[in-house]
Structure formats: structure tokens, C-alpha cells
């Protein structure tokens, strides 16, 4: 069965410093892998996504995630990260085939400290 | 495009009583989904629909859970009686292809005191 693990609950980081959450997935095949995130009292806003071919993925508001086949991981990546990225963070995957549905993981809340 | 719409922002009721939430697909999307959102149970797919037709609603926790999508641009989401354990943040979704990202409303809050 699929299933998505966002090991880290909190992480505070510093304005300015580099940010990398981690995303480990389970799945038999290669799965669709999707960043959510969440501003409080908002809903989830997609910010990148890997489908297939290059496995360093860009996305909006300057993050990137990198998909290892091998780790089976796709962490998401901010070199510099500014106050305004204070949110919730999930990851989810996809079926590349059978259902429809996303599976998310539990999330990973970000700090940001002046 | 106005993006998902979802109506009420915010809900609070009795037990016993009836809450319907309501979703507005964005226009040409064919899948919609229904989430809820707890702090101990995450986010959990309710329902989802292709082509307004109900293609899986396992994770429906209750018999007092419904979902209908009459029509290409409107869906609800109904539990009869309420129960405080429902309260939650309620999400709609909809997605364009069949495995494309989902782009999420803003939630309905729910209370059942």
C-alpha cells in the first residue's frame, strides 16, 4: 500500500538560512509526487510537482525537490528562505496506475525566526 | 478562474442537527474530491467523483456521511445527525486530468458542540 512519511513534525529555521523538509515514500512503482502548502486558515496550494524525466523539479516561490529513485525520498529545498514561507508543508503521491486519489503525508510545519 | 469555490467558511452547529458544505469545481475539471483535515487524523480523502459520478467513498467514516454532485459545477457534502467528532476542516478539490495536481478551496471550518 502507498504511504507517505513527513518525519519531521516542526522545523524552525532562520530568515535567510537554507531549508530542506524530507518526504519518503512507499510505493511499487514510480509514483506522481506533489509539495502542498498550507498558509494557516488557507487551503493547500500546489507548489511543485514530478511526473517523470529530470529529477531535480523546480517549482514556485524559489523551492525545488529532488526525486532519488534509490531513497525513495523527494525532499523539498529552499536555498534562502524568507519569513512569508512560514506554513504547513505536505507531500503526497500518486498512483501511476489503478486510483485516483492523492495519499498526503502528516505535514511538517515551518518556523521562520528573524 | 475563481479557483474552488467552497461554501460556508465556517459552520457551527448543534449535534443532531444537518450540515450541508457545498463545492464549486473550477470550470473543465472532471474530478472533484472531498478531504477533511483533523490535527490527530491529517488529511484524509473522503470521496472523489469523475464525471459527477461517485468513483470511491471508502473513506467515508459513517453512514451519516453523504456526498452528491448533481451537475458538473456543484457538489455537497451532507452528514445527518451531526456529531462533535465531525468537527474538522472540510476540503474540496478537483483535478483536470486523471492524474494531475488538485487544486484545493479554502476549507470549511465545522464546530458540532
Known amino acids: 500500500a502507498q504511504s507517505v512519511t513527513q518525519p519531521d513534525i516542526h522545523i524552525t529555521v532562520s530568515e535567510g538560512a537554507s531549508l530542506e523538509l524530507r518526504c519518503n515514500y512507499s510505493?511499487?512503482?514510480?509514483?506522481?509526487l506533489f509539495w502542498y502548502v498550507q498558509s494557516p486558515g488557507q487551503g493547500l496550494q500546489l507548489l511543485l510537482k514530478y511526473f517523470s524525466g529530470d529529477t531535480l523539479v523546480q517549482g514556485i516561490k524559489g523551492f525545488e525537490a529532488e526525486f532519488k529513485r534509490s531513497q525513495s525520498s523527494f525532499n523539498l529545498r529552499k536555498p534562502s528562505v524568507h519569513w512569508s514561507d512560514a506554513a504547513e508543508y505536505f507531500c503526497a503521491v500518486g498512483e501511476t496506475a489503478g486510483a485516483n486519489n492523492l495519499f498526503f503525508g502528516t505535514g511538517t510545519r515551518l518556523t521562520v525566526i528573524p | 478562474d475563481a479557483g474552488v469555490i467552497q461554501s460556508p467558511r465556517h459552520e457551527v452547529t448543534e449535534m443532531g442537527q444537518e450540515v450541508t458544505l457545498r463545492c464549486k469545481p473550477i470550470s473543465g475539471h472532471d474530478y472533484l474530491f472531498w478531504y477533511r483535515q483533523t490535527m490527530m487524523r491529517g488529511l484524509e480523502l473522503l470521496i472523489y467523483f469523475n464525471n459527477n459520478v461517485p468513483i470511491d467513498d471508502s473513506g467515508m467514516p459513517e453512514d451519516r456521511f453523504s456526498a452528491k454532485m448533481p451537475n458538473a459545477s456543484f457538489s455537497t457534502l451532507k452528514i445527518q445527525p451531526s456529531e462533535p467528532r465531525d468537527s474538522a476542516v472540510y476540503f474540496c478539490a478537483s483535478s483536470e486530468y486523471v492524474r494531475g495536481e488538485q487544486y484545493f478551496g479554502p476549507g470549511t471550518r465545522l464546530t458540532v458542540t
Open positions: 510505493y511499487g512503482a514510480t509514483p506522481y
